[in-house]
């Protein structure tokens, strides 16, 4: 019989460019959402961090004078 760990060196193991990508990293904050938050948010398709990230700059802007 052949021996199966000879083979088996050329899958596997960290490469270049693997993995989930490195967003910037900004301060943890947890909270709890109402109900109509939370339907909002389990609608987003995609990243909710990155959702609630232009959320909060939306708002942000539109109350500047």
């Known amino acids: ?4 760990e000879s ?8 490469r270049k460019g ?10 943890y904050y947890g909270f709890n959402s109402t109900p109509d938050v939370e339907a909002i948010l389990e609608a ?5 961090a990155a959702y609630i990230n232009a ?3 939306a708002y ?5 004078p």
């Open 60 to 64: 942000a802007k539109s109350q500047q």
């Open 18 to 27: 693997a993995g989930r990508k490195r967003m910037e990293k900004g301060k």
């Open 55 to 57: 959320a909060v700059r």
């Open 7 to 14: 083979s088996a060196g050329s899958w596997g193991g960290a």
């Open 1 to 4: 019989m052949q021996n199966v």
């Open 44 to 48: 987003v398709e995609g990243s909710k």
